[in-house]
Nanobody, 122 residues
């Protein structure tokens, strides 16, 4: 497994931007596919974006396509989520996660960060 620490959340106005970061421990980071998920109280944890282990392939939820960009730097054991044109409905706790299988399903991810709060005001 891999240990993950995510950060970068905050309070922004609608239309603003944030960049989330996820730091991974160990030297096996490049063997994991990575994803970002988000969750609001009382709701399921929803898929946001995924990137395969080499960084060549990405997948996005329809709700964030064209606004969010997932990237990774395997040399630094980091994955990022650049969020632009933020909307109030993007408000959630965001989690980075690692999986052995490339997937948009939360139940296929084995290791999770602690979460970072993103709040978008209108």
């Amino acid at each position: 497994q891999v240990q993950l620490v995510d950060s970068g959340g905050g309070l922004v106005q609608a239309g603003g931007s944030l960049r989330l970061s996820c730091a991974a421990s160990g030297r096996t980071f490049s063997s994991y596919h990575m994803g970002w998920f988000r969750q609001t109280p009382g709701k399921d944890r929803d898929f946001v974006a995924a990137i395969n282990k080499s960084g060549v392939t990405t997948t996005y939820a329809d709700s964030v396509k064209g606004r969010f960009t997932i990237s990774r730097d395997n040399a630094r054991n980091r994955v990022y989520l650049q969020m632009n044109s933020l909307k109030p409905e993007d408000t959630a706790v965001y989690y980075c996660a690692a999986a052995r299988i490339y997937s948009a399903s939360a139940n296929t991810y084995n290791d999770w960060g602690q979460g970072t709060q993103v709040t978008v005001s209108s």
